[in-house]
């Protein structure tokens, strides 16, 4: 027989074996990340941290990094925008824009500009956001190495924030370690689809460098509306400007386009990529896009996003950034929605409304969906990739104060469950079923996950208010157990939260100019709560109450 301690002894090691053994093959992997990864690239180096910031400068300078995007008008440019019979805003509109742009001709012509400058310059036309957008289509330069090949955007991870170095790192060894992975040496495959950009090419060779840099090899799948619609390859520039509101991207990305169209012209090479993969990671923008890159019809996927999820809930581990966490919220019942749009301070006036969001430039493409303010709470009632199968999920969700149209949509739609997701943050989960779930945070900032059970919601003269529901917040080091409904949370407090406290109002607040308060539920009792050294709470489901003022 062992003897008492030797069996103490052999179930730590077990327990051990079990903590570092990787993850069952049955094992769903979601990485959801909340946004604005504050990475090192040859655009933005300014997010290199000062320490590496020199050493980045070298790799860009020598790699002949796509520093910004160029701009440089003409005469061609300007006919292709006359040439358009429908304008967002109508025809008046359009005549102005035109006339603006001759107004401005002899200080345009000749000159590149920076993406700034060219802003800048344009500034007195007082071009909206979709013109705008069409406006940098037309007149975009494409930049050449002197090889003659398209200068591509770069990544030095190394010189980013180590949370995010951590973050991804961390997705590319699930990646390598997972069971399910076919080829156990070399680097782990992660494929990477852009399909939530408007323009899909134009972050493509970011996300390859940032995932090569991690440790991975990288592929892109290159999937859009337009791909998975053409019937004639020959078609995908104009179906992409028909589904994206995006024009001349072709001519940008010359061998991106290319890529692309090989896949179009044969189509099995998508199941085969999608076969290969050790992971797939979606990207930030637009969800809404995604999911019409993945289904022909609302609620419908295709063959191949079938094919892709399928592997998922086997255990190939799925991240997405921004949209791309956004999107993986569902179910199979098709309970769970999709946010895809909208702030607070509509939501909390006016509701959601179960509508798809509608393209860019659908005025001029003739295809809008909804006819009404762009601020406007939107969700798809059937949901997103229904991977996420405990409750809706949202993307830069403090900085961006949209707690109040998170609360709002659970509130509308009645779902129990919601998780906002902050910026430069990743919210980890592994399921063992669809309503068992471990979770776990890493990065900067928080989690905020909404419990609307026993919410109340009153409107009176004007006002709108919440009271009863739960909200908790984790930070890096925090865990969730999901048990069949059940959320049992553990806060990382290094043994200094003492007593049950209560937290700073100001921590839960937003938009507090506008009369929104998302606060302590007045006479409720205390949670368990601590305060980080950068004094950052965190906190264990603590009764709230919001109220919207008229």
Same mark, same amino acid.
């Given at each position: ?9 052999? %179930? ?49 300078? $020598? ?6 995007? !160029? ?30 742009? $001759? ?30 957008? /069409? ?21 030095? /991870?190394? @010189? ?33 689809? *852009?399909?939530?950009?408007? =323009? ?25 509306? @337009? ?41 099995? !090479?998508?199941?085969?990529?999608? =076969? ?9 923008? +637009? ?18 996003? !079938?094919?892709?999820?399928? !592997?998922?809930? +086997? ?28 702030t607070s301070e509509h939501a909390l006036r006016f509701g959601a409304l179960a509508v798809e969001a509608n393209t860019q430039l659908c005025e001029i493409n003739d295809n809008c969906t909804m006819h009404g303010d762009r601020d406007q709470l939107t969700y ?56 068992? @779930? ?13 419990? *609307? %059970? ?78 980080? %050294? ?17």
């Amino acid at each position: 027989m062992i003897g008492r301690s030797r069996r103490a002894l052999f %179930a730590r090691w077990l327990l051990g074996l079990m903590l570092v053994l990787p993850a069952l093959a049955d094992a769903k992997q979601l990485w959801l990340i909340g946004g604005a990864d504050p990475i090192c690239s040859s655009t933005e180096p300014e997010l290199c941290i000062g320490s590496k910031r020199d050493e980045a400068e070298r790799y860009f300078q $020598d790699s002949q990094a796509l520093r910004a995007n !160029r701009f440089r008008y003409s005469d061609a440019g300007r006919r292709r925008l006359a040439e358009f019979k429908t304008w967002t805003g109508g025809v008046q509109r359009h005549n102005a824009v035109l006339a603006g742009l $001759d107004e401005l001709g002899p200080r345009l012509r000749g000159n590149a500009f920076g993406e700034s400058e060219w802003h800048e310059v344009l500034a007195p036309i007082k071009l909206g956001t979709e013109e705008q957008q /069409l406006v940098d289509d037309v007149f975009q330069v494409r930049p050449v190495r002197r090889d003659g090949g398209t200068q591509r955007e770069h990544v030095f /991870l190394e @010189a980013s924030e180590p949370t995010m170095q951590a973050i991804y790192r961390d997705f590319v060894a699930a990646a390598a370690a997972n069971p399910l992975r076919k080829e156990k040496s070399g680097r782990p495959r992660v494929v990477v689809l *852009t399909s939530a950009s408007t =323009d899909v090419f134009a972050s493509v060779d970011y996300y390859l460098a940032l995932f090569e840099a991690a440790g991975a090899e990288a592929v892109w799948l290159p999937l859009e509306p @337009a791909l998975i619609r053409a019937g004639d390859c020959a078609d995908l520039e104009a179906l992409r400007f028909f589904w994206n509101g995006v024009t001349s991207r072709a001519a940008i990305y010359p061998e991106w386009a290319k890529y692309q169209r090989d896949f179009c012209l044969h189509p099995e !090479r998508l199941d085969e990529v999608v =076969d290969s993969a050790d992971a797939f990671f979606f990207n930030g923008g +637009d969800q809404s896009l995604t999911m019409r890159s993945l289904q022909l019809e609302p609620g419908q996927f295709t063959p191949l996003a !079938r094919r892709l999820l399928a !592997r998922v809930e +086997d255990g190939i581990p799925l991240g997405g950034t921004s949209a791309g966490d956004a999107v993986q919220a569902g179910n199979a019942a098709g309970t769970i929605p999709m946010i895809s749009g909208g702030t607070s301070e509509h939501a909390l006036r006016f509701g959601a409304l179960a509508v798809e969001a509608n393209t860019q430039l659908c005025e001029i493409n003739d295809n809008c969906t909804m006819h009404g303010d762009r601020d406007q709470l939107t969700y798809l009632a059937h949901g997103g990739l229904g991977v996420f199968t405990l409750g809706v999920t949202d993307s830069h969700f403090h900085e961006s104060q949209r707690e109040g149209r998170l609360l709002r949509l659970l509130l509308d739609t009645g779902t129990r469950f919601g998780f906002g997701v902050d910026e430069a943050t990743a919210l980890k989960a592994e399921f063992s079923s669809p309503d068992s @779930a471990q979770l776990q945070v890493m990065g900067k900032a928080g989690v905020w996950i909404v419990d *609307t %059970a026993g919410a109340k919601v009153s409107s009176e003269n004007g006002d709108w208010s919440a009271s009863g529901f739960r909200a908790s917040r984790l930070l890096a080091g925090d865990s969730a157990r999901w048990r069949d409904g059940t959320l049992e949370i553990t806060l990382d407090c290094g043994g200094s939260a003492g007593p049950a406290r209560w937290l700073p109002v100001e921590d839960g607040a937003f938009a507090a100019a506008i009369g929104d308060q998302w606060s302590r539920l007045p006479g409720s009792a205390p949670v368990a709560a601590c305060m980080r %050294a950068d004094g950052n709470w965190r906190y264990d489901q603590a009764p709230m109450r919001l109220t919207r003022k008229r």
